[in-house]
């Protein structure tokens, strides 16, 4: 067996091997569980550990299979962006404090195009610290030193609250908790009241943050044949902006110029 966690080293957790270039997980995965506790789905999830500090990322990693978890892992932020790209992991434990790209650095790119789980782990204990990851998207946050039993309790936790998020429609960003099937939208304040065409483009711009999407683009998927201007759109958006602020959330609406609208958290 190779050093998993070689300074560096793209990974490829224990189990996983390289064919034709893309990873590929041995059928000899499950047979390493058994005696300890094998998930009932044939495919557990995928939980990529970005971490440099090997002998925490080895404890995670001990303790995460060893309830059933497959993993994968990283020692730098670059790498971990792209293993986040490539392996499509479940959820992702994020150091904050790594090489090459820190932590708040991963996050965010990885909420300009997915909302992969992320629970960040950090020996940094200020809440500057937590509010700004929390901000950024993570979906949790637990501080060095940690019970490993608690941080597999809270990956648990999250890939629930994940998949009833799927499966229920939800959408967050940056405090916005928007839910599709009831047509409601809430920011901690309470229910934010929108036209139907400001609830489809605050949907659209929610189920991708960070993306810039063209005028004519927000035209197309979220106006009525009516209302289909640009100039319409810079109207709602107007709207939304004043409402978005006046119930204190934490997600703004960014004007590229020449180019559209984004959502960011804040
Ligand atoms: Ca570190």
Not at 174 to 195: D, F, K, R, Y
């Amino acid at each position: 067996m190779r050093d998993a966690f070689e300074p560096g080293i793209v990974l490829a957790c224990r189990d996983v091997h390289e064919t034709g270039g893309l990873p590929a997980y041995r059928s000899e995965t499950r047979k390493s569980c058994q005696g300890i506790r094998l998930l009932p789905d044939p495919s557990p999830c995928l939980i990529l550990i970005a971490e440099d500090e090997a002998q925490i990322a080895n404890i995670l990693d001990a303790y995460l299979r060893r309830a059933g978890f497959r993993t994968a892992h990283t020692a730098d932020g670059e790498t971990a962006l792209q293993l986040a790209r490539t392996l499509r992991p479940d959820l992702i434990l994020l150091d904050l404090n790594l090489p090459r790209r820190d932590g708040f650095g991963v996050l965010a790119s990885l909420r300009q195009d997915g909302h992969t789980p992320v629970i960040v782990i950090s020996a940094l204990d200020q809440d500057i610290d937590k509010l700004t990851a929390l901000r950024i998207g993570a979906d949790d946050y637990v501080t060095k030193p940690f019970n490993p039993n608690e941080v597999v309790a809270r990956v648990a936790a999250v890939l629930r609250r994940s998949l009833a998020n799927v499966e229920t429609g939800l959408l967050r960003v940056g405090g916005l908790v928007l839910n599709s099937q009831a047509h409601e939208i809430s920011t901690a304040e309470g229910p934010l009241a929108l036209t139907p065409s400001e609830f489809r483009l605050l949907e659209h711009l929610m189920r991708r943050p960070g993306r810039v999407f063209a005028r004519n683009d927000l035209v197309d998927a979220c106006l009525p044949e009516a209302e289909a201007l640009d100039r319409t759109v810079d109207s709602h958006i107007a709207n939304l902006r004043r409402k978005l602020a006046k119930a204190g959330a934490q997600a703004e609406l960014t004007t590229v110029r020449g180019v559209g609208y984004r959502l960011d958290a804040t």
